[in-house]
């Protein structure tokens, strides 16, 4: 362990940038730093053509066509921009969105805003491994139902959602599918082909690219979508997302794309494994430890547990030297539990005892065992000082 830096086990939260996505971008800050809009000189024309390149990796990550390709700051502007811009140029074909309780509230918090605006919002129920019933998408559907957004991993839990079953279920039906894959591309395969997308959000600073980027796949045809702007200006990405391009930060993210493309079957193999390990060598030594989430259908690096009798907060600050998430949502104004974890089913004292230990590209089997011991050795402190382990144990 580094005298001066914790594990970093919270890469759900956001990775570390890839040098050689790093290596790719340094150029366009010192050397080609033209604007990608001014194509009467060489400068304009060469930060154009890199947008171009990456609009390809990035396309290519995902089965799409580059042109189907919006960039955007990130997976928040991308499920902004798909939500509101569907509610904004379907009205009046219809009124009613539907999604899932786990969203990540960057789905949530806009479908609220539809709702105060007159939207019929339906927000399904999670089975206790956190996932959407397909039936229950199909009894939700109305004549007047215009978008079904279903994210296709949960950044909590790691649970995959039956994507292609819904993707299929909303063509049959004539509605369009939006999924927010922030998580989930570069990590597991997704086709939007295959898997009847029609819109589709990314974030780079998820799979190893800059943070401040993201982009929106938006399919042109069978059907064309149609979007609402939600910024004005130059008319940049296709007029629907007005402004300069971050040239670096697209670079950046289409190298990054096309690296995961690349190493991603390999690397889920061996994060299932480290992730395997390390729930293993927990569960093994702890009593009272619950998996959050899909056992199999989830995220090869997420892993999600519940430490009865100890809450998540305390163990964060216990566990100086592991950089780790709780699975509660506390914040300076919150000291709620997880909603995600409060959907599954979890009472209280398991939602806020609840950990995310998020494993990525740089990690390695050697830190996954000093992880192992450190939780072991502060839960074990923890729960000595709880009176109410004690009088569990004696029951």
Partial sequence: MAEDRPIYLDNNATTRTDPRVVEAMLPYFTERYGNAASLTHRFGQEANEAVE?????????????????????????????????VAALYRSKGDHLITAATEHKAVLDPVRRLSREGFHITILPVDPYGRVSVERVAQALTPRTVLVSIMAANNEIGTLQPIRAIGRLCKERGVLFHTDAAQAAGKIPLDVEDMGIDLLSLSAHKMYGPKGVGALYVRRRDPCVRLGPQMDGGGQERGLRSGTANVPGIVGFGVACELCRHEMASEAVRLTEL????????????????????????????????????????????LRDVAVSSGSACTTASLEPSYVLKALGLDDDLAYGSIRFGLGRFNTADEVETVVQEVVRVVRYLRALNPLHAMASLQ
């Fill in 275 to 318: 992730r395997e390990r390390l729930r293993r060598g927990i569960q093994e030594q702890l009593e009272d430890v619950i998996l959050n989430g899909h056992p199999t259908e989830r995220l090869p690096g997420n892993l999600n547990l519940s430490f009865a009798h100890v809450k998540g907060e305390a163990l964060l600050t216990a």
């Fill in 53 to 85: 390149q990456a609009r390809q990796q990035v396309a290519d990550l995902i089965g799409a066509h580059p042109r189907d390709i919006l960039f955007t700051s990130g997976a928040t502007e991308s499920n902004n921009l798909a939500l509101k811009g």
